[in-house]
């Protein structure tokens, strides 16, 4: 960038919304010439806001590992935050709002903020990339244009391409309410999210039998035609006392070290949403929904994120879809893993309903089937965490 500006100064901003939750002035402006400007749902991400992300138990770093920061952030702040702003943030074509590189550059500096001072569980490196002194996560290289590639492994430290943050911090805490715009819903929200946290009621959802999906997933039952709208709702899955057997061995073969687990055996759960499909105002965003499995009737936000599998939204719907399939999968294998034998003898999925400005009112989502599988895939990576690498520097 600084070469086609021609200027060596040039720096590019991100937007820091753990300190300042409103989008920033400049994005907001409608002054025609105003090429910062884009017409957007809502301009507050506050309800995107977690700490999970920088809990003191997180040290992996990418997905396929149990309690990783790559997933985490990924489910919040990352996607809420496409969701909550809508318009083309809701879209796969969210770069053309000027606003998503602020957004990007903030979410990598989050990650480096994270990393610090030791690099945590992220896989090592040497600089430059080899085979012998670096894990085969950083192999490769990224290709963004015919001509214009990267190798992998100088990513892993933003000073190996050339650049630092302003503030290397990571947040604390979230911002104070009085940040948030005191004429939104914002304030309420956050208020009985601080509290108390009760499961939606359940809704009357025809039942879909249990089935084999593919030689090594099988459902073991689910419920189809959830319409999702302003209300949060539950989906009991009815599964057969075969297939909570068939669920309780599955979470007893995962806790096994990989060496120990007899090929072809399930591993592995996972809630699956399927034959998504967005509607009417739906598809601009300003809405999203947090996914939990068994959520107690009643419990308190921070204990809830155990039962948290991750977020659906128009953004995450419209990737699903990018890809062919309008389907998104959750790793469900270490929230199950933690409940106890009582805890499993039922199994409920629930869609909690986060409002932002503007958001659309009735129904927004439709899915088309809800379900729970086991697989044959292992639940996470298990291979040893030992850094081959020198230190994160």
Known sequence: ???????????????????????????????????????????????????????????????????????????????????????????????????????????????????????????GTSNPYSASTSSPYWAGNFTYAPGLTMPRYRT???????????????????????????????KLVQAQAASLLTRPGTGDFPATAAR?????????????????????????????????????????????????IPSGNFQSVVVVLDKLLLLGAGAKGGYFYNVYINLPFITDAERARRYFLGTVGAFEVAGAAHHGLAKLEYQ???????????ELQDVTVSLVRISGENHPRGAVLKLGDVRIEVSTVPPWDASPRGRPGPCYC
């Open 332 to 342: 469900a294998t270490d929230v199950l893993s933690q409940l106890s034998a009582f």
């Open 156 to 186: 892993y430290y933003p000073g190996w391409l050339n650049f630092g943050y302003s503030d290397n911090t990571k947040p604390t805490a979230l911002p104070p309410l009085a940040r948030a715009n005191p004429d939104s819903p914002i």
């Open 212 to 260: 084999a999906v593919s030689a090594n997933q099988r459902s073991l039952g689910g419920v189809s035609g959830v319409v999702l709208a302003e209300t949060s709702v539950s989906a009991r899955l009815p599964l057969a006392a075969s297939s909570l057997q068939m669920l309780q061995d599955t979470i007893t073969v995962a806790a096994r070290p990989p060496p120990q």
């Open 1 to 123: 960038m600084r070469l086609v500006s021609q200027d060596n100064t040039l720096s590019m901003p991100y937007w820091n919304y753990y300190k300042f939750p409103k989008m920033p002035v400049e994005f907001t402006d409608p002054t025609p010439g105003n090429p910062l400007y884009m017409p957007r749902t809502g301009t507050n991400v506050y309800n995107a806001l977690t700490m999970s992300p920088f809990a003191s138990g997180v040290w992996n770093f990418q997905h396929g590992t149990m309690n990783a920061f790559e997933p985490k952030i990924e489910s919040a702040p990352h996607n809420p935050v496409h969701n909550l702003i809508g318009g083309a943030m809701a879209t796969m074509t969210s770069p053309r709002d000027p606003i998503f590189f602020l957004h990007h550059a903030n979410i990598d500096r989050l990650w480096h903020a994270w990393a610090l001072p030791d690099g945590k569980g992220i896989p």
